[in-house]
């Protein structure tokens, strides 16, 4: 019997050795010690082992098992930290590697000079407020002293949703928005996105962006818009910038002007920039029109104010010497990338 479990022991012994995988061991488990293994036929056999030699040969079963168990176990650890070394060596990381590169968007032309134009007027204490691309037809003209059969309603032919909700051809519906809340004075910008019925070209869209601004407040006069409107071109256009403000026509203010500044690139002495006249026209402005203080609900007896509105793109293409307007709806990022 002793001679038999020896034989077994050794048996083990060279099975574990040669076992070269975790589910090998477990093969060997089975082999030995499983309920049809050999340490196990052994142990069915105590019967035939007479009654005083079966505690010390069951105490041998016993040391035998106990043997094959602790090598089991001392193979299964050694082989499972072999697997995590190699483990380990394969998910080595190379930390000199260059790291992959994010490709990165670029603000649009639109974008910066919109921030741009922000900051400016946040500088001098404007709000900036946002309001809807669909207005109503009272919103975008009539509160605008336009009313119904006006010919200023065709040259700014915009989209119709219904004969009453439209498209927002100006940015100046935010600004009705505004004065009707009745919290005065006002010191506003509306940037945003407006729309005219306008055939694409090298300078017109049917879709572009807009930045207006209004001001009421008691003793507001032309004297405030031409100083602010002289420091916003200073500040845009560079120090040495004039303007130049012409008389004009618009139905929401009066009186009215369009306001030119002095050309970027020949200081004004004449360009193919400018087309030789040293000036470059760049907003519309003016006194805000009695009638759309009142239909707001603002004392114009007591109030008064100025409002002004530019393009972006037409800024945008000026800045960054742009020859069309269509490049800046294309998106192509060779071309943003370069502003
Ligand atoms: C342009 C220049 C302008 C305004 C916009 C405005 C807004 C309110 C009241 C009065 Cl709420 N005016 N905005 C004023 C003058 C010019 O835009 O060329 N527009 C067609």
Same mark, same amino acid.
């Given at each position: 019997?002793?001679?038999?479990?020896?034989?077994?022991?050794?048996?083990?012994?060279?099975?574990? %050795?040669?076992?070269?995988?975790? %589910?090998?061991?477990?093969?060997?488990?089975?082999?030995?010690?499983?309920?049809? =293994?050999?340490?196990?036929?052994?142990?069915?056999? #105590?019967?035939?082992?007479?009654?005083?030699?079966?505690?010390?040969?069951?105490?041998?079963?016993?040391?035998?098992?106990?043997?094959?168990?602790?090598?089991?176990?001392?193979?299964?650890?050694?082989?499972?930290?072999?697997?995590?070394?190699?483990?380990?060596? #394969?998910?080595?990381?190379?930390?000199?590697?260059?790291?992959?590169?994010?490709?990165?968007?670029?603000?649009?032309?639109?974008?910066?000079?919109?921030?741009?134009?922000?900051?400016?007027?946040?500088? #001098?204490?404007?709000?900036?407020?946002?309001?809807?691309?669909?207005?109503?037809?009272?919103?975008?003209?009539?509160?605008?002293?336009?009313?119904?059969?006006?010919?200023?309603?065709?040259?700014?032919?915009?989209?119709?949703?219904?004969?009453?909700?439209?498209?927002?051809?100006?940015?100046?519906?935010?600004?009705?928005?505004?004065?009707?809340? =009745?919290?005065?004075?006002?010191?506003?910008?509306?940037?945003?996105?407006?729309?005219?019925?306008? *055939?694409?070209?090298?300078?017109?869209?049917?879709?572009?962006?807009?930045?207006?601004?209004?001001?009421?407040?008691?003793?507001?006069?032309?004297?405030?818009?031409?100083?602010?409107?002289?420091?916003?071109?200073? %500040?845009?256009?560079?120090?040495?910038?004039?303007?130049?403000?012409?008389?004009?026509?618009?139905?929401?203010?009066?009186?009215?002007?369009?306001?030119?500044?002095?050309?970027?690139?020949?200081?004004?002495? &004449?360009?193919?920039?400018?087309?030789?006249? &040293?000036?470059?026209?760049?907003?519309?402005?003016? #006194?805000?029109?009695?009638?759309?203080?009142?239909?707001?609900?603002?004392?114009?007896? %007591?109030?008064?104010?100025?409002?002004?509105?530019?393009?972006?793109?037409?800024?945008?293409?000026?800045?960054? *010497?742009?020859?069309?307007?269509?490049?800046?709806?294309?998106?192509?990022?060779?071309?943003?990338?370069?502003?």
């Amino acid at each position: 019997m002793k001679e038999k479990l020896h034989k077994i022991e050794e048996e083990a012994i060279r099975q574990i %050795e040669a076992a070269s995988a975790l %589910e090998k061991l477990n093969d060997v488990r089975v082999n030995f010690l499983g309920k049809k =293994g050999e340490l196990t036929s052994v142990l069915k056999s #105590m019967k035939d082992v007479s009654p005083e030699e079966r505690p010390k040969i069951g105490q041998m079963v016993n040391e035998t098992r106990e043997l094959i168990e602790k090598m089991l176990e001392d193979a299964r650890v050694k082989m499972e930290h072999a697997v995590r070394e190699v483990q380990m060596k #394969m998910e080595t990381i190379d930390i000199t590697l260059p790291a992959m590169r994010k490709e990165r968007g670029h603000r649009h032309p639109d974008t910066i000079v919109m921030e741009e134009i922000e900051r400016i007027f946040i500088g #001098m204490g404007y709000e900036v407020v946002e309001g809807p691309e669909i207005e109503t037809d009272y919103y975008n003209f009539e509160a605008l002293n336009i009313p119904a059969d006006h010919p200023a309603k065709d040259e700014q032919d915009t989209f119709y949703i219904s004969s009453d909700i439209l498209l927002r051809s100006q940015t100046s519906g935010t600004q009705v928005h505004e004065m009707e809340k =009745g919290k005065l004075p006002i010191r506003m910008i509306a940037p945003g996105r407006v729309f005219r019925s306008d *055939e694409v070209d090298a300078t017109h869209s049917p879709s572009f962006h807009q930045i207006e601004g209004l001001v009421i407040d008691k003793h507001i006069t032309f004297a405030d818009l031409k100083g602010t409107l002289a420091e916003f071109a200073k %500040e845009l256009f560079g120090e040495s910038t004039k303007v130049r403000f012409r008389p004009h026509h618009f139905n929401f203010t009066e009186p009215s002007a369009e306001v030119d500044v002095s050309c970027f690139k020949c200081g004004g002495t &004449g360009c193919r920039f400018c087309k030789g006249t &040293g000036w470059i026209e760049i907003l519309g402005c003016g #006194m805000v029109h009695p009638n759309v203080l009142h239909m707001s609900g603002i004392n114009a007896e %007591e109030y008064s104010g100025f409002a002004f509105g530019l393009g972006l793109e037409r800024v945008a293409l000026l800045k960054y *010497e742009i020859d069309d307007m269509r490049l800046l709806y294309e998106n192509d990022i060779r071309f943003l990338k370069q502003f």
